[in-house]
């Protein structure tokens, strides 16, 4: 757990809030003041950057912005022009989705661990409390420079600038942690890194799914094709459900995301 004391309900948190909902205030569990402050603090957003964060989030906007390879990376980087654009540091609903992610790994400790699409590296320092050693990427150069910055001087964090849909990491990992990143791609970007994404857990290692299911489940069709941008959590989650050389650990179907955590077969011996 990150912190206790913390009430809420899964319910508690409402879609538009996302965006715009609650900072977190001075009577949050130490552990997420401590992150909100090393962010940015608490409080911070005004009513113009709330609105345009509403306008940039909206799932009509969100799919036409990104309907070509190359627009969904000028998009994020637009979108990183505003520093913490989903308000990482200081929303209630994404600390109460970190503390759900970090109480799906708990009971394990992992090497080397993966974060792919880090962004400013906000989630990756609470990822190095179970884990030895990170390396966070991301294809954003603003995010990316952020979370070099963040983690100068501090061992055990590589951050690095990367396109997954174009390249892979290297080597194989004891943790592979993704989170918010599939909705924008196509059918079959999320097709060809997922299958190479399954390659880069290291045998008896994890990979583990966090994705929003308010707006996003919305699409595809239900055969399983759909337009650019329809990808859904349902989606994305069952793919790797059914890979057959991972293994459902545990599936939290949450009212506002669901959490998968899957495990790699060893390899058989001899
Ligand atoms: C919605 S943010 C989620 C950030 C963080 N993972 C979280 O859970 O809050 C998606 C992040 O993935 C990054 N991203 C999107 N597509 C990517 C790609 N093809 N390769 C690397 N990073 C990507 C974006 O730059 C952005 O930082």
């Known amino acids: 757990m990150l912190g206790t004391g913390h009430q809420l309900g899964d319910d508690d948190v409402m879609d538009d809030e996302r965006v715009a909902g609650p900072d977190l205030q001075a009577g949050e569990p130490a552990a997420l003041r401590h992150l909100a402050a090393a962010a940015g603090g608490i409080g911070r957003p005004g009513v113009a950057a709330a609105l345009r964060r509403w306008v940039a989030d909206d799932t009509w906007v969100k799919r036409l912005l990104t309907a070509r390879r190359w627009m969904s990376r000028a998009y994020f980087e637009a979108r990183y022009f505003i520093p913490d654009p989903w308000r990482l540091a200081t929303s209630l609903y994404e600390h109460r989705r970190f503390q759900a992610s970090m109480d799906m790994l708990a009971g394990r400790r992992y090497g080397?661990?993966?974060?792919?699409g880090c962004g400013e590296g906000i989630f990756t320092a609470l990822l190095l409390d179970r884990c030895d050693h990170v390396v966070a990427l991301d294809f954003s150069r603003l995010a990316v420079r952020r979370a070099r910055r963040r983690f100068a001087g501090t061992p055990g964090v590589e951050v690095r600038s990367l396109d997954v849909r174009v390249a892979d990491p290297g080597g194989a990992f004891d943790l592979v942690f993704c989170a918010e990143l599939f909705y924008y791609m196509s059918r079959r970007e999320f097709e060809d890194v997922a299958a190479r994404m399954v390659r880069w857990v290291a045998p008896g290692g994890d990979l583990c799914l966090v994705h929003g299911t308010s707006v996003h489940d919305a699409g595809p069709r239900a055969d399983g094709t759909g337009a650019i941008g329809e990808m859904s959590a349902r989606v994305i989650h069952d793919r790797f459900c059914r890979v057959p050389g991972l293994s459902v650990i545990h599936d939290r179907r949450l009212p506002r995301?669901?959490?998968?955590?899957?495990?790699?077969?060893?390899?058989p011996r001899g």
Request: proline residues 0%; without cysteine.
């Open 112 to 116: 080397r661990a993966l974060e792919v």
């Open 257 to 267: 995301y669901r959490l998968t955590l899957l495990r790699r077969l060893e390899a």
